[in-house]
C-alpha cells in the first residue's frame, strides 16, 4: 500500500513535469501554426497573439504561386521514387546473401560494407560532385537517384539482422521444391520480411526528404529544386518582406507529409529505432 | 586533388604540394569554423542528459506515456529547412517570439538571438536539443527495456534505494547505447551544416562558421576544389582520430553485456 501511494505521487509529479516539458515542445509549432494563419501585419503585432485576429488562409493559398513549393515536392518524389524501390530491393536482396547463402569471405565483406558507414558523407561530397561534373550530369537528378538506387549499407545492416532471426528450414524447403535462390528469397524471404521494410523505407523517405546539402550542391536551377531548396528560397524571398505567414505556412505544408507518415506508423518508428540504434 | 590548385570553373589545375594546406592553416577563418563546430558540440553532453531523464521518466508506468513520447520525438519527424526556418523567425531579434515574450514579462529588450555573436552559438545549441533530444530519447528507451528486472531485485534484496539501482544498474547498462550516441553525435556534430546555413549562415562576424560549411565556401562558392578536398582530409582525418580515441576509452566505461 505505502509503495503505491508513494509510487503515485512521483507519478503525478512526473507528469506534471512531462507537461511542462511538452509544451516547450510543443511551443515552437503552436508558434508556426500561429505565424501562418496571420495576416501580414499582424505578424509583427505586439502582445503576442496566439490566436489569430482575423484567421486567414491566404498564405496557405498564396505559397503556391509565390515558390515553386509544388514543383518541389513534386521533384523529392521523383527522387524518393526509384532511390525507395530500388534502393530497398537491392539493400533486402544483399542482405538475403549475406545472412542465408553460402558466399566465400562473406563476414569480410560484410565488415567491409559496414567500414563504409565510417566514412562521413560531408567529405565523399567533392570527390562525387566532381564525378559528376565529368559526366556532364549535374543539375540533374541522377546523380541524387543512382548512388541510392544501388542499395543502402543501414538499410542492409538492419534487414540482415532481422534475416538472422528468421529460420532457414524455410530454405530447405523452398530447395526440396526445386526453387531458385531468387524465387525463394522473393517468394518467401521478402513477404517475411514486411515490417523490417516498412520501418526502413520510412526512415529513408524522411531522409530523403530532409536532405539539403546534396540538392543543394548538385541542383542549380529552380525547375529542378527539392522540397527543402524551394523552401529555403521562399524564407529569401519572403524575409525582406516580412512575409511571415508565406514562410509559416510553407513550413507547415513541407512538414505535414512527414507528419502524416510519422503518425500512420508510430509504431514501426519507435521499434525500428530502437533495434537498429541499440543493436548497431 | 588537394595536392593541386584547381579551379573548377577555369578548368585550370596544377600541382601545387602542400601549398593548399600552408593556406589552410594560415586562414584564421577556417581555425574559426573549427572551434565553433568543437564549441557547437557542447549540445551533444546537455542533450544526452536531457534524453536520458526524458527516457527514465517515460519508462515508468504512468497515464499518457505514450503521448508524451510522441509530443518529444515530433521535431526528429519535422522537415529539416521548416524546422530551421521557424528557429529563425523564433529568435527573431525584433519580432521573434521570445524576444516578444521577454518584453511582455520583464518589459526588457531581449539578446539578439542570431545577431549578437557572443548568443549565435548558444541559440544553435538550445535548437540543436529541442530538434535531437526526441531520437536520443527512444534509444535510451529501448536501452532502459533491456535490463533484466532481476538486476533491481538484487539490488532491492541488498537494501538499496533508487539511487543504488540507478548508480549501480541503469548506468552500465546504458553504457552501450550512450557510447552509441555520443559516437553518431559527435560524428555529425563534426559535419554540422544544414541548420547553420539556414538560420545564420556564416553568423555575424562569422561566429557561427562551421567545418563544413567552410568547405562548402571554398568549394562551391569560391569554386577552389583543391583548397576544399584539403578541408575533406583534414575532416576525415579529424573524425577518424576521434572515433579511434572513443573506441580506446570506451573500455574503460562501456559495459560489455556480453560478459
Given at each position: 500500500m505505502k509503495i503505491k501511494a508513494k509510487n503515485r505521487t512521483t507519478n503525478v509529479i512526473i507528469f506534471v513535469i512531462m507537461s511542462f516539458v511538452s509544451i516547450t515542445m510543443l511551443f515552437p509549432f503552436a508558434w508556426m501554426i500561429s505565424t501562418s494563419l496571420k495576416q501580414k501585419?499582424?505578424?509583427?503585432?505586439?502582445?503576442?497573439?496566439?490566436?489569430?485576429?482575423?484567421?486567414?488562409?491566404?498564405?496557405?493559398?498564396?505559397?503556391?504561386?509565390?515558390?515553386?513549393?509544388?514543383?518541389?515536392?513534386?521533384?523529392?518524389?521523383?527522387?524518393?521514387?526509384?532511390?525507395?524501390?530500388?534502393?530497398?530491393?537491392?539493400?533486402?536482396?544483399?542482405a538475403f546473401a549475406f545472412s542465408k547463402m553460402e558466399v566465400p569471405h562473406k563476414n569480410a565483406l560484410f565488415m567491409g560494407l559496414l567500414a563504409t558507414m565510417m566514412i562521413p558523407g560531408a567529405v565523399t561530397l567533392i570527390p562525387q560532385y566532381v564525378v559528376w561534373g565529368k559526366l556532364g550530369?549535374?543539375?540533374?537528378?541522377?546523380?541524387?537517384?543512382?548512388?541510392?538506387?544501388l542499395g543502402n549499407v543501414t538499410m542492409m545492416?538492419?534487414?540482415?539482422?532481422?534475416?538472422?532471426?528468421?529460420?532457414?528450414?524455410?530454405?530447405?524447403?523452398?530447395?526440396?521444391?526445386?526453387?531458385?535462390?531468387?524465387?525463394?528469397?522473393?517468394?518467401?524471404f521478402l513477404p517475411m520480411m514486411k515490417p523490417a521494410i516498412a520501418a526502413q523505407v520510412i526512415f529513408w523517405f524522411m531522409g530523403i526528404w530532409n536532405d539539403f546539402i546534396g540538392p543543394l550542391i548538385?541542383?542549380?536551377?529552380?525547375?529542378?529544386y527539392t522540397v527543402q531548396l524551394a523552401l529555403r528560397l521562399l524564407s529569401s524571398m519572403s524575409e525582406a518582406t516580412s512575409e511571415y505567414p508565406l514562410i509559416m505556412a510553407g513550413s507547415v505544408i513541407s512538414?505535414?507529409?512527414?507528419?502524416?507518415?510519422?503518425?500512420?506508423?508510430?509504431?514501426?518508428?519507435?521499434?525500428?529505432?530502437?533495434?537498429?540504434?541499440?543493436k548497431g | 586533388m588537394s595536392f593541386t590548385n584547381w579551379n573548377i570553373v577555369a578548368g585550370t589545375k596544377s600541382i601545387v604540394g602542400f601549398d593548399n594546406y600552408i593556406q589552410l592553416f594560415r586562414d584564421s577563418l577556417f581555425w574559426k569554423s573549427v572551434l565553433n563546430t568543437v564549441y557547437l558540440m557542447i549540445g551533444i553532453p546537455i542533450g544526452m542528459i536531457f534524453s536520458l531523464l526524458l527516457a527514465m521518466a517515460l519508462n515508468r508506468k504512468m497515464p499518457g506515456k505514450k503521448v508524451f513520447r510522441v509530443i518529444v520525438y515530433l521535431p526528429a519527424v519535422s522537415s529539416m529547412v521548416a524546422i530551421a526556418l521557424l528557429w529563425r523567425w523564433i529568435y527573431n531579434s525584433e519580432y521573434g517570439v521570445l524576444n516578444l515574450m521577454i518584453r511582455q514579462l520583464f518589459g526588457a529588450?531581449?539578446?539578439?538571438?542570431?545577431?549578437?555573436?557572443?548568443?549565435?552559438?548558444?541559440?544553435l545549441i538550445i535548437m540543436g536539443i529541442w530538434h535531437g533530444v526526441g531520437a536520443t530519447m527512444i534509444l535510451f528507451l529501448a536501452g532502459l527495456q533491456n535490463v533484466p528486472k532481476d538486476y533491481y531485485e538484487v539490488v532491492d534484496v541488498n537494501g538499496g534505494n533508487s539511487f543504488h539501482?540507478?548508480?549501480?544498474?541503469?548506468?552500465?547498462?546504458?553504457?552501450?547505447?550512450?557510447?552509441?550516441?555520443?559516437?553518431?553525435?559527435?560524428?555529425?556534430?563534426?559535419?554540422?551544416?544544414?541548420?547553420?546555413?539556414?538560420?545564420t549562415g556564416v553568423g555575424p562576424e562569422h561566429s557561427a562558421i562551421t567545418i563544413v560549411y567552410y568547405l562548402w565556401e571554398k568549394g562551391f562558392v569560391s569554386r577552389d576544389m583543391g583548397l576544399a578536398c584539403s578541408v575533406s582530409w583534414i575532416l576525415s582525418i579529424g573524425i577518424m582520430i576521434v572515433t579511434l580515441i572513443q573506441f580506446k576509452c570506451s573500455n574503460k566505461w562501456v559495459y560489455d553485456t556480453s560478459n
Open positions: 501585419i499582424h505578424a509583427l503585432d505586439f502582445p503576442i497573439q496566439w490566436i489569430p485576429h482575423p484567421l486567414t488562409f491566404t498564405a496557405y493559398v498564396d505559397v503556391w504561386d509565390v515558390s515553386p513549393l509544388l514543383s518541389g515536392m513534386i521533384n523529392s518524389l521523383i527522387i524518393a521514387i526509384p532511390v525507395l524501390v530500388a534502393g530497398t530491393f537491392v539493400s533486402a536482396l544483399g550530369l549535374v543539375d540533374t537528378f541522377i546523380p541524387l537517384i543512382v548512388p541510392g538506387m545492416f538492419f534487414f540482415r539482422q532481422y534475416l538472422n532471426g528468421l529460420p532457414n528450414e524455410f530454405i530447405d524447403a523452398a530447395k526440396i521444391d526445386g526453387a531458385s535462390w531468387m524465387t525463394t528469397f522473393v517468394k518467401i548538385y541542383l542549380d536551377s529552380e525547375k529542378n512538414t505535414l507529409p512527414l507528419l502524416m507518415i510519422f503518425i500512420c506508423f508510430q509504431r514501426y518508428f519507435m521499434e525500428s529505432m530502437a533495434i537498429s540504434g541499440v | 529588450q531581449g539578446p539578439g538571438w542570431l545577431t549578437d555573436p557572443s548568443w549565435v552559438k548558444i541559440s539501482k540507478f548508480w549501480y544498474v541503469t548506468m552500465p547498462m546504458l553504457t552501450p547505447v550512450s557510447f552509441y550516441v555520443l559516437i553518431t553525435g559527435v560524428i555529425g556534430g563534426l559535419q554540422a551544416f544544414g541548420d547553420q546555413f539556414i538560420i
